[in-house]
């Protein structure tokens, strides 16, 4: 009995460490439920805009409806996210939102990860627009997007200001918020004229309309210590 209890502690050991490693525990928790659009609202808004829908487990744009962002706020964080968009689809996603900020979009204020269709969007893109950049500011070390209407999984990376975009498990970018180098391309950008673009170390999971289709599953987020 003495054994059997022994094996059973192992075998209930294993299943916690299969749980932490399976990302069930471990300090993740999910921000989309697959059910509702709860815990989620207007940037700077109340309620959840008309054009947001769950569809098929994915929080999906509709119509047109403007950006969201979660009720909650997070400093240093991993974030997952699956996503697909449609053919010439243009989309992103922000972090260390905040709202009371007076520009008006949520562009201004916070870094964006950015989704776009790269071979197929209408306009010239230049190297900083592509899928998993850091937007407007460095390239992804390279294209690794699936074709729209495929899931893709995105991670993002964030503990104080270092911060780094994975896409299907590669590493696109890194980087260094405030620094030298960061300071110098803000300058020469489009953020250049706003004063308190990516200053905040703490706010909102983001989620951009950009006026196309796009979808939105699986989104989960650990804080870390």
Not at 74 to 83: A, K, M, N, R, Y
Not at 132 to 158: C, F, H, M, S, V
Request: one cysteine or more; aromatic letters at 10%; charged letters at 25%.
């Amino acid at each position: 009995m003495i054994r059997m209890g022994f094996a059973l502690l192992l075998a209930c050991a294993a299943g916690v460490m299969d749980m932490t490693a399976s990302g069930q525990d471990g300090g993740w928790r999910p921000l989309f439920d697959g059910k509702t659009t709860a815990g989620w609202h207007a940037f700077k808004g109340k309620g959840m805009p008309e054009g947001w829908k769950v569809v098929d487990g994915a929080l999906t744009r509709v119509a047109k409806a403007g950006d969201i962002v979660s009720d909650d706020e997070f400093g240093d964080f991993e974030l997952t996210i699956d996503w697909k968009i449609a053919p010439k689809a243009n989309s992103g996603i922000f972090y260390r939102v905040v709202e009371n900020d007076p520009d008006p979009a949520m562009w201004m204020v916070a870094p964006e990860y950015q989704l776009i269709d790269d071979a197929g969007y209408p306009a010239k893109l230049k190297d900083t627009q592509h899928t998993g950049a850091n937007y407007d500011l460095q390239p992804p070390a390279r294209l690794a997007a699936k074709p729209p209407g495929e899931w893709n999984t995105t991670r993002i990376l964030a503990k104080g200001p270092h911060v780094e975009h994975w896409l299907n498990g590669v590493k696109l970018v890194e980087y260094e918020i405030g620094s030298p180098e960061w300071t110098a391309l803000v300058a020469k950008s489009k953020f250049a004229d706003h004063a308190r673009y990516a200053r905040a170390t703490k706010g909102r999971i983001g989620i951009q309309d950009h006026g196309d289709w796009a979808a939105y599953r699986n989104i989960r987020i650990r804080e870390l210590r």
